[in-house]
């Protein structure tokens, strides 16, 4: 089974992960503004814990977004970094997937949503296959949360939904009537996580979906970092 080391800094939490077969270790910490300082400390806590060598790995999957642009530029670089000295393929995973794989699940749809500052959410749709893994329908997006335009057929069909994110503490109000019903389960305290990264990695690198450090880019769905001070004002 592959030995994979897993990276996710998209949000306020820094987590590595790595996953050894079916074995996982973990760190996480909920530190904003600090995880250049902490995630490659806690690369090298997993790999010792393991008593695996950088050597011994054979893919490097990160959280490619969307999310914080600096966040996601610090994953993909130590992904970047690592995999070129070592000679091996990066996985890119969805942020938004990985948040909504942790997501609990009782049939209903998740819709993962990262509060993307400025007024805006990250969002993606996701239904969980007989694998336990989840799966995209719609493409992710970003947007005003009241304007947040659903699948068309989960419109249609009164889909239940799981909602998972900081996008639904800060814009729950906002949200709440884009849905068709209230959602079944919702926790706007929740971030993605390196063990789910590490989770969807596995089935992707076994199909050959690793790609060399050089391609592995990040996902922002916006190019604009702040509001201008026209636009502050106008807030």
Not at 33 to 40: M, V
Not at 146 to 164: K, M, N, Q, S, Y
């Amino acid at each position: 089974m592959p030995k994979i080391l897993a990276i996710e800094t998209a949000t306020e939490a820094c987590s590595a992960a790595l996953r050894c077969g079916d074995a996982l270790i973990e760190r996480s910490e909920i530190a904003p503004r600090r995880h250049a300082e902490l995630i490659l400390p806690m690369i090298e806590s997993l790999l010792a814990e393991a008593g695996i060598a950088r050597a011994q790995l054979d893919a490097i999957a990160v959280g490619r977004g969307p999310g914080a642009f600096t966040g996601v530029r610090l994953a993909i670089a130590v992904a970047q970094g690592l995999a070129l000295a070592l000679d091996i393929s990066v996985v890119p995973v969805s942020s938004l997937a990985a948040l909504a794989q942790d997501a609990p699940y009782g049939g209903a749809a998740i819709l993962a949503v990262i509060d993307a500052r400025m007024g805006e959410i990250y969002a993606g749709a996701f239904r969980r296959g007989a694998d336990g893994l989840v799966e995209a329908f719609g493409e992710e997006s970003v947007g005003k949360a009241d304007e947040l335009i659903l699948p068309h057929h989960a419109r249609e069909g009164g889909t239940p939904w799981c909602i998972v994110g900081t996008g639904w503490k800060a814009y729950r109000d906002a949200l709440a009537p884009r849905l068709s019903a209230p959602p079944v389960f919702a926790d706007g305290a929740r971030y993605p996580q390196a063990r789910a990264i590490a989770r969807l990695a596995v089935p992707l690198f076994a199909a050959g979906r690793g790609v060399a450090p050089e391609q592995a880019l990040p996902v922002y769905l916006r190019d604009k970092v702040a509001l201008t001070l026209t636009e502050q004002k106008v807030r």
